[in-house]
């Protein structure tokens, strides 16, 4: 039999002395559960308790490990005696020796023993406290991820630039969680016919995404204001995040600067997914392909710079890898080649016509399966 260790310690104390469990095991019907198989199960009726004589076992709600019995501990028994669906599931940590009560016996042993009673109704009123307070937990933390994903989408452009000779279109999607998704336009203010255009994705998800994220922006907002090529804007956030210790940030980000002047687009990436170039005139997709680290990695970061030239007709789509990492039930990933498929499918009439069909791609290939990643995707056209 193993031992329950600091960070697997009951949050109940057993309910039975050694002295009880020794006669429990001589008068009850015993059962022996292999390690691994479930004693009780989520969502069954519930139609007997149990009291684990040896062996230990882990307590699960919605697969969320909430307790862990040993030797002396009653389980079961709200579902015995309210006869609605069990709670949680208990699976057996190694081999576990227990008594089971059906409901009968369970009448008979409470009528001899009303001591017995009083215990099993002060184990059942402290599981519902506890309940109660998993439950307020539970509600904070979703009102907490509500007000983050508010303040993610309050940070996110209002709308797209209106520019002579171009046009844009943008579309983000949430997943479950608040993510770290971002992106953003800033008409420079010196030139107005230079537009940053930026797009990225912070590690991890939650709130603390959303968080880093709402800095990064600010930070590339900040950069981009003073006229900072992208390779520039992209070492000075680096270097704003490794000088800040209490942040544990990695950022992948593509930086672009449109020239509406001449349809010049000079880029930088930061381990980001490579932009795909749609050429019109051929129908070819071309992966904008940049090198560079992801921000937060390295103490150095140095961008390759590169820049094209848009012809007129042609599509810039720069997304986050929510879109080409979208499963379908099979488990398979759409991938760069499905992306460039949609993209490359037919010619587009505009930016938002192009939006559309991927997202309805990324649907379809989904097929129902959940979200599983934030996923934005911006569309730059330059008009014919």
């Known amino acids: 039999m193993t031992t329950a260790t600091a960070a697997s310690a009951p949050l109940l104390p057993p309910l039975l002395s050694p002295a009880e469990l020794a006669r429990w095991a001589t008068e009850g019907e ?19 308790m149990f009291i684990l004589l040896e062996g230990e076992l882990a307590v699960t709600i919605r697969g969320k490990r ?31 020796q227990l008594v089971r009560l ?79 998704d971002l992106y953003d336009f800033i008409v420079q203010p010196d030139n107005r016919a230079k537009i940053h255009i930026v797009i990225g994705d912070v590690t991890g998800k939650g709130v ?32 704003f995040i490794l000088h800040d210790a209490a942040s544990p940030l990695l950022l992948s980000a593509f930086y672009g600067v449109l020239d509406a002047d001449n349809g010049r687009l000079t880029y930088a990436s930061a381990g980001h997914n490579p932009p795909l170039w749609l050429h019109t005139a051929t129908g070819e997709v071309e992966p904008l392909e940049a090198r560079g680290l992801l921000l937060g990695a390295f103490r150095e970061f140095v961008g390759d710079e590169r820049a094209i030239v848009l012809a007129p007709g042609d599509f810039v789509v720069f997304f986050t890898d929510g879109i080409t990492e979208a499963r379908n039930p099979a488990g398979a990933f759409l991938d760069d080649e499905g992306l460039e498929a949609i993209v490359r499918s037919q010619p587009w009439a505009n930016a938002e016509a192009l939006l559309t069909a991927i997202v309805a791609g990324v649907d379809a290939f989904a097929d129902g399966t959940p979200q599983a990643d934030d996923f934005t995707v911006v569309i730059l056209q330059r008009l014919p």
Not at 30 to 48: L, M, N, Y
Not at 149 to 177: I, K
Not at 208 to 237: C, F, I, K, N
């Open 208 to 239: 603390p995404a959303a968080l880093y994220m709402a800095v990064s922006r600010t930070l590339m907002h900040t950069y981009a204001l003073d006229g900072s090529s992208p390779a520039e804007a992209l070492r000075r956030v680096n270097d």
């Open 66 to 96: 909430i307790d862990y019995l040993t030797p002396g501990a009653v389980l079961g028994e709200m579902a015995l005696v309210d006869a609605r669906q069990r709670s949680a599931t208990a699976v057996a940590v190694g081999d576990a």
């Open 102 to 180: 059906d409901r009968d016996r369970f009448l008979d042993v409470i009528r001899a023993k009303p001591d017995f009673a009083v215990q099993i109704m002060n184990v059942m009123s402290v599981r519902t406290r506890r309940l109660m307070e998993e439950e307020i937990k539970r509600q904070r933390m979703e009102e907490e991820l509500i007000i983050g994903r508010r303040m993610q989408l309050s940070l996110l452009p209002r709308g797209c630039p209106q520019v002579p000779g171009f046009a844009f279109a943008a579309g983000y999607r949430a997943a479950n969680e608040v993510g770290g």
């Open 30 to 48: 015993r059962v022996t559960v292999p390690s691994g198989e479930a004693v009780i199960r989520e969502g069954e009726t519930g139609d007997a």
